[in-house]
């Protein structure tokens, strides 16, 4: 890891705590009158900087970390650029929600992230960890270009006043499902298999590219409450069977690499909840093929939330967390994680548990008392934990110890 990504992923970490600020104010504003808050507004803010301020410039960050120093120097333009737009965005649309400066900075933002996908797609150094990893990297970007196409088509429908929901709702899930499914996981598997041996790497190679084709119909899969063509439905039952295969398949060959690289218990537990969080999702994807399944899924709000920050903060969040602890820019105290991470943790779990509690219950029109009350008490353990996390990246940065000392620092 180089230094010019080592301040590019602790910026991002710092991002991340104005996230989960944002998202307790949203879960404040639920239960207390707070004028001065637009709760939609700044609902535009809190996702739009989760994915610019924190997830994509995380992986922007680690990815440039697999270069040279040298190399990797040629990138703070572009990065600042987009960090730049991504805290437009947050500081604009709480005030004025779509409006022409939010909307700047979110279309500036877009293209400062083309910016990089182009330059990363031309960096051939990015090929000494292995021919897959660079592969991987090339689709990761490939997604992150497509998935704009998603909210350009969203910008025509509202200039050119079409209200159709089923348009609407069609082009935010093309953009949520190609970032999720295709920028921030193939970013993710590039930063994985970036730790395997070659001769590891050429064994993957197949099964990792066609779980990356197999996405794209998988598209369909968050449209099936809409009335698709026969070919569509087609391609989304595909893409449920595969899916699943192709994942138990790849896990059988990375998981037991990976696992026995791992020398600090903490990482192999946050890297595990990371790979259950996962699991979970690639389980749900595909049994959303199911009518009643799918109907139940869109129809529920709690269920939807759910899912994303499953994917969010329990696969895409949780694996970043422990890239830094392994990288040494987070601490493992004696090897095991700390107790802000594990407040983080406490916190993810509680808010699925009771967004999905909400979604199940709400299937026979029963109450559960104070989930409000539950989801704002999450919202402060994602709050201190991302703090306290900060807080230990921070104090080992001015430590100023050697990388080889990092994991063994405040102990």
Request: aromatic share 16%.
């Given at each position: 890891m180089?230094?010019?990504?080592?301040?590019?992923?602790?910026l991002?970490?710092?991002?991340l705590?104005l996230?989960?600020?944002?998202g307790?104010l949203?879960?404040?504003?639920?239960?207390?009158?707070?004028?001065?808050?637009?709760?939609?507004?700044?609902?535009?803010?809190h996702?739009?900087?989760?994915?610019?301020g924190?997830?994509?410039?995380?992986l922007?960050?680690?990815?440039?970390g697999?270069?040279p120093?040298?190399k990797?120097?040629?990138?703070?333009?572009?990065l600042?650029?987009?960090?730049?737009?991504?805290?437009?965005?947050f500081?604009?649309?709480?005030?004025?929600g779509?409006?022409?400066?939010s909307i700047?900075?979110s279309?500036a933002?877009?293209?400062?992230g083309?910016?990089f996908?182009?330059k990363?797609?031309?960096?051939?150094?990015?090929a000494?960890?292995?021919?897959?990893?660079?592969?991987?990297?090339?689709w990761?970007?490939?997604?992150?270009v497509f998935?704009?196409?998603?909210?350009?088509?969203l910008?025509?429908?509202?200039g050119n006043?079409?209200?159709?929901?089923?348009?609407y709702?069609g082009?935010v899930?093309?953009y949520?499902?190609f970032?999720?499914?295709?920028?921030?996981?193939?970013g993710v598997?590039?930063?994985?298999?970036?730790?395997?041996?070659?001769?590891?790497?050429?064994?993957?190679?197949?099964?990792l590219?066609g779980l990356a084709?197999?996405s794209?119909?998988?598209?369909?899969?968050s449209?099936?409450w809409m009335?698709?063509?026969?070919?569509?439905?087609?391609?989304?039952w595909?893409a449920?069977l595969?899916?699943?295969v192709?994942v138990?398949?790849?896990?059988r060959?990375?998981?037991p690499v990976v696992?026995?690289?791992?020398q600090?218990?903490g990482?192999?537990?946050i890297?595990?909840?990371s790979?259950?969080a996962f699991?979970?999702?690639?389980?749900?994807?595909?049994?959303?093929?199911?009518?009643?399944?799918?109907?139940?899924?869109?129809a529920?709000?709690p269920?939807?939330?759910?899912?994303?920050?499953?994917?969010?903060?329990?696969?895409?969040?949780l694996?970043?967390?422990?890239?830094m602890?392994e990288k040494?820019?987070?601490?493992?105290?004696?090897?095991?994680?700390?107790?802000?991470?594990i407040?983080?943790?406490?916190?993810?779990?509680?808010?699925?548990?009771?967004?999905?509690a909400?979604?199940?219950?709400a299937?026979f029109y029963?109450a559960?008392p104070h989930?409000?009350?539950?989801l704002?008490?999450?919202?402060?353990c994602?709050?201190?934990?991302?703090?306290?996390m900060?807080?230990e990246?921070?104090?080992l940065?001015?430590?100023?110890?050697?990388?080889?000392?990092?994991?063994?620092?405040?102990r």
């Amino acid at each position: 890891m180089n230094a010019t990504a080592t301040k590019w992923i602790r910026l991002a970490l710092f991002n991340l705590l104005l996230v989960a600020l944002a998202g307790l104010l949203l879960r404040l504003k639920i239960l207390l009158p707070i004028p001065w808050i637009h709760h939609k507004h700044l609902l535009h803010a809190h996702s739009h900087f989760a994915f610019a301020g924190w997830i994509s410039l995380f992986l922007m960050g680690a990815i440039i970390g697999l270069l040279p120093e040298q190399k990797a120097k040629t990138y703070n333009k572009v990065l600042g650029v987009y960090t730049f737009t991504a805290y437009g965005m947050f500081v604009s649309f709480p005030f004025q929600g779509y409006g022409p400066i939010s909307i700047f900075f979110s279309t500036a933002s877009v293209l400062a992230g083309w910016c990089f996908a182009y330059k990363v797609w031309k960096e051939e150094a990015l090929a000494k960890p292995g021919r897959l990893v660079i592969r991987l990297i090339r689709w990761s970007v490939l997604f992150l270009v497509f998935s704009s196409l998603g909210t350009f088509y969203l910008a025509w429908l509202m200039g050119n006043h079409i209200n159709k929901a089923e348009l609407y709702f069609g082009a935010v899930y093309f953009y949520l499902h190609f970032q999720y499914n295709g920028w921030f996981l193939f970013g993710v598997l590039a930063l994985l298999v970036s730790r395997l041996s070659v001769e590891a790497q050429d064994g993957l190679v197949k099964r990792l590219i066609g779980l990356a084709w197999v996405s794209i119909p998988a598209y369909f899969l968050s449209a099936l409450w809409m009335r698709l063509p026969v070919w569509m439905l087609t391609a989304a039952w595909i893409a449920a069977l595969l899916q699943p295969v192709l994942v138990v398949v790849i896990m059988r060959s990375i998981y037991p690499v990976v696992k026995n690289t791992i020398q600090h218990k903490g990482l192999q537990q946050i890297w595990f909840l990371s790979l259950v969080a996962f699991c979970i999702k690639i389980l749900l994807q595909s049994l959303s093929v199911v009518p009643g399944l799918s109907s139940y899924a869109f129809a529920y709000r709690p269920v939807v939330i759910g899912y994303l920050h499953l994917v969010l903060l329990g696969f895409v969040s949780l694996f970043l967390l422990g890239w830094m602890m392994e990288k040494n820019l987070l601490p493992l105290r004696g090897g095991q994680l700390s107790n802000w991470c594990i407040l983080f943790i406490a916190g993810i779990l509680l808010t699925e548990l009771t967004l999905m509690a909400q979604g199940i219950t709400a299937m026979f029109y029963w109450a559960i008392p104070h989930t409000n009350e539950m989801l704002l008490f999450a919202a402060i353990c994602l709050f201190l934990g991302i703090a306290g996390m900060n807080w230990e990246s921070r104090r080992l940065a001015i430590s100023g110890l050697p990388i080889s000392a990092g994991l063994q620092h405040a102990r």
